[in-house]
Nanobody, 112 residues
């Protein structure tokens, strides 16, 4: 069974930074693309960033230049470094592997 566990969320002021982690188990991690999504209250879940098994990276326009996705296959972990945070980044952040479900999410709140 696949398990995805997100961590690293918190409350920060606009312009601040957070580093999110997602630890995966129950899959051959290095063979899977990984992605970060987020969902704000009353909003649909939104794709944020992806990294393939070949380390090709894409970002949503809204976070491009501010967020960095990376992976460590030795640790079966994907990361999201979030800089220059804005109030509109406030959401629950989830990681995902295709057809392998979602984690429990980690809350990110950006507010002054």
């Amino acid at each position: 069974q696949v398990q995805l566990v997100e961590s690293g969320g918190g409350v920060v002021q606009p312009g601040g930074s957070l580093r999110l982690s997602c630890a995966a188990s129950g899959m051959i991690f290095s063979r899977n693309a990984m992605a970060w999504y987020r969902q704000a209250p009353g909003k649909q879940r939104e794709w944020v960033a992806s990294i393939t098994s070949a380390y090709k990276i894409t970002y949503a326009y809204s976070v491009n230049g501010r967020f960095t996705i990376s992976r460590d296959n030795d640790k079966d972990t994907v990361y999201l470094q979030m800089n220059s945070l804005k109030p509109e980044d406030t959401a629950v952040y989830y990681c995902n592997a295709p057809n392998m479900g979602w984690g429990q999410g980690t809350q990110v709140t950006v507010s002054s």
